[in-house]
């Protein structure tokens, strides 16, 4: 179930993904209009900046976890 279709407020969903309110009106216009597809991520809309090795290597050191990149915990993000 989406926060739209369990009637989420627009200010509760931009609160809690952290966006405005005009993005999350835009999804729940794309959500009416297209249901599921219509959020659904399109992808980049261009090239990937980086080359096939560089993304590569970002894999692993991402699979190496952030433990070993100096993070305190398994956790990649900050606290909210």
Do not use: Y
Request: charged share 30%.
């Amino acid at each position: 179930m989406t926060c739209f279709e369990a009637g989420g407020k627009n200010r509760e969903i931009a609160a809690t993904l952290r966006v405005s309110e005009r993005s999350v009106e835009r999804w729940r216009r794309q959500w009416r209009e297209g249901g599921h597809a219509g959020v659904a991520s399109k992808g980049s809309p261009g090239r990937p900046r980086l080359s096939d090795a560089r993304i590569a290597r970002l894999e692993r050191e991402l699979e190496r976890g952030p433990l070993a990149h100096g993070w305190a915990d398994q956790r990649w993000m900050l606290p909210a």
